[in-house]
């Protein structure tokens, strides 16, 4: 069986409708009937209650967004699936994920080490900013952050979930990390232009000074440590270093990644 965790996000969701067809069990904090597969009610803020899910021979997708207690509860998950015997866990990471790196790149640094230690035999998949987010940055015409004019290789979610399922339904491979890009690096100002392009209207970009990206953010409900980092991350990836497009989606999959303009064609309404 192939237990699915963060099944209801934008990840999870295509993961599932890719393994159609595969004896798969979402483990969901709420009843996800829409999601067109088994489930069963499970937190990971609850190890327990993933780790009762599991049997010898399983395959986990380990996913979930990130909250202050996502290293201990990942961390416990993972020891839980090897006492369980599971026989592979995929997780997703981040690209540059080191522990003592920023917010996320910290957190998953922590997970990711625990995980190559546990004796379980992984692959921890490492994106690049995703497509899905784009939505979010705009305002009416305008897209907001702090990257500068750096490139960035946005993905488009659904890759990652492809590439997840390719290797949740073929033997298990040795370990290792797969860093996970679109086809191409785009820098602010284009993907403004794309997206205005593919809605017939105007777009621009507006690069913010990092304390007012984090006040934006906070204005928008994030708390204020968090909208600070968040900030500072767009700062420190808009500085190149999540410009290089790597080929690790094809090498999986076997087709290449989706370009921005795929996802607008089917996200345009999100962004009006
Ligand atoms: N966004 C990016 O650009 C980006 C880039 C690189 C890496 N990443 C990484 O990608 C991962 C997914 O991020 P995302 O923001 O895209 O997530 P997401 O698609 O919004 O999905 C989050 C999923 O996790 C589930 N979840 C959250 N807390 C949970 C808990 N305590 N127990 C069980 N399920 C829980 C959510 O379930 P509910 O429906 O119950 O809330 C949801 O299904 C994160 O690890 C993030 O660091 C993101």
């Known amino acids: 069986m192939i237990v699915v965790t963060g099944a209801t996000g934008s990840i999870g969701r295509a993961?599932?409708?890719?393994?159609?067809?595969?004896?798969?069990?979402?483990?969901?904090?709420?009843?996800?009937?829409?999601?067109?597969?088994?489930?069963?009610?499970?937190?990971?803020?609850?190890?327990?209650?993933?780790?009762?899910?599991?049997?010898?021979g399983?395959?986990?997708?380990?996913?979930?967004?990130?909250?202050?207690?996502?290293?201990?509860?990942?961390?416990?998950?993972?020891?839980l699936a090897?006492?369980?015997?599971?026989?592979?866990?995929?997780?997703?990471?981040?690209?540059d994920?080191?522990?003592?790196?920023?917010?996320?790149?910290?957190?998953?640094?922590l997970i990711d080490a625990h995980l190559t230690e546990s004796g379980v035999p992984w692959a921890a998949l490492r994106p690049s900013g995703f497509m899905q987010n784009l939505p979010g940055d705009f305002e009416g015409g305008t897209m907001y952050g702090s990257y500068g004019s750096g490139r960035i290789s946005y993905i488009d979610a659904r890759d990652i979930a492809d590439v997840a399922a390719t290797l949740l339904t073929s033997p298990v491979g040795p370990g290792r990390a797969?860093?996970?890009?679109?086809?191409?690096?785009?820098?602010?100002?284009?993907?403004?232009?794309?997206?205005?392009?593919?809605?017939?209207r105007s777009a621009r970009y507006v690069d913010l000074p990092v304390p007012e990206l984090a006040g934006r953010l906070e204005r928008q409900g994030m708390p204020r440590e968090l909208a600070l980092d968040l900030a500072e991350l767009q700062a420190q990836t808009g500085d190149g270093s999540w410009a290089p497009v790597t080929t690790e989606v094809r090498d999986v999959t076997g087709r290449p990644p989706r370009t921005l303009a795929d996802f607008l064609a089917d996200h345009a309404a999100a962004f009006s």
């Open 15 to 56: 993961l599932v409708t890719r393994l159609g067809g595969h004896e798969v069990l979402a483990a969901v904090r709420r009843p996800a009937g829409d999601l067109g597969s088994p489930y069963a009610p499970a937190d990971l803020a609850e190890p327990e209650t993933i780790g009762a899910l599991l049997s010898p």
């Open 178 to 200: 797969y860093v996970l890009t679109g086809p191409e690096a785009l820098s602010p100002d284009e993907i403004a232009a794309e997206i205005g392009r593919v809605l017939g």
């Open 97 to 109: 994920a080191a522990p003592g790196g920023r917010l996320g790149l910290g957190m998953h640094g």
């Open 82 to 95: 090897a006492k369980a015997g599971v026989a592979q866990i995929v997780t997703v990471s981040v690209r």
């Open 58 to 79: 399983d395959r986990l997708f380990l996913n979930s967004s990130l909250w202050p207690g996502v290293v201990d509860a990942h961390r416990a998950v993972i020891d």
